[in-house]
């Protein structure tokens, strides 16, 4: 069992940033980010393969949103520039055996972070 503890949510305004983390206690072959917005469902944001570094992100995030890893200290980040009200969600920390941005891949989950942009 993996446990996985996050921080760095909060609220903001459009064109901001924030930065979230994940600690994780123990590996997994992938890491990443979900978010999910009332009346959506929840989608990925970018994840990580945890040995190898490849990074696989939304297309509404491309550009803005950089994944990292730090694998000493089994803890992922996730670097949230020019921040819209549309990224405005319930952030999730996700660890699994898999990869991508299915969800299903993910087998351990965070507590979820709240975002808040507002314009």
């Known amino acids: 069992q993996v446990q996985l503890v996050e921080s760095g949510g909060g609220s903001v305004q459009a064109g901001g940033s924030l930065r979230l983390s994940c600690a994780a206690s123990g590996y997994t072959n992938s890491m990443g980010w979900f978010r999910q917005a009332p009346g959506k469902e929840r989608e990925g944001v970018a994840t990580?393969?945890?040995?190898?570094?490849?990074?696989y992100y939304a297309d509404s995030v491309k550009g803005r949103f950089t994944i990292s890893r730090d694998n000493a200290k089994k803890t992922v980040y996730l670097q949230m520039n020019s921040l819209k009200p549309e990224d405005t969600a319930m952030y999730y920390c996700a660890a699994g055996p898999g990869a991508g941005l299915f969800a299903g891949s993910y087998k351990y989950w965070g507590q979820g972070t709240q975002v808040t942009v507002s314009s």
């Open positions: 990580i393969l945890v040995v190898s570094g490849r990074t």
